[in-house]
């Protein structure tokens, strides 16, 4: 056990969130994601899994750590629902609020057509596979910056 982290996050997504560099991307994802395939293709090349976790959890635990890019308009992303892609799923609104929580203020996600999310999902750096079983629960998010103290 350690210090000020969050203890949902296990050694192996500690090690990928470390690794990651500034615009490096990662994808949390429901059960069933096809995460197994999809992270043979990453940099990381292998599958994290926080199986015990909603995606509202997971989220919440990565941006404990995790800056996410303000320098982009896609610093976070959702897996539309298909054939209506504007509708926010509840999965959606409880990572939307995760993220505007560790943002301190109101950040929202793109949408991203679902074949094109399994395309950029692909050239992430790393997926974690939860336990949430709800549809839509895929998401993207880009690394940030920490800024130097003044």
């Known amino acids: 056990m350690l210090k000020n982290l969050d203890n949902r996050l296990n050694a192996e997504v500690l090690f990928a969130l ?18 197994d395939s999809i992270a043979r293709q990453t940099v990381l090349g292998e599958l994290l899994r926080m199986d015990n976790l909603t995606c509202a959890q997971a989220a ?6 995790l800056p996410l890019d303000t320098f982009v308009d896609d610093f976070a992303g959702r897996m539309e ?11 959606q609104a409880e990572v939307q609020a995760a993220i505007d929580a560790a943002e301190g203020r109101e950040r929202p996600m793109i949408s991203i057509e679902r074949f094109d999310f399994y395309e950029r999902a692909k050239g992430a750096y790393a997926v974690i596979q939860t336990g949430e079983r709800r549809f839509y629960g895929c998401f993207i998010f880009r ?5 130097p103290e003044v």
């Open 18 to 35: 470390r690794a990651m560099g500034h615009g490096d991307t990662l994808v949390i994802a429901d059960t069933n994601f096809p995460s």
């Open 60 to 65: 919440e635990a990565v941006l404990s750590v």
């Open 81 to 91: 629902v298909v054939g209506d892609p504007s509708r926010i799923e509840p999965v």
């Open 143 to 147: 690394k940030g910056v920490i800024p």
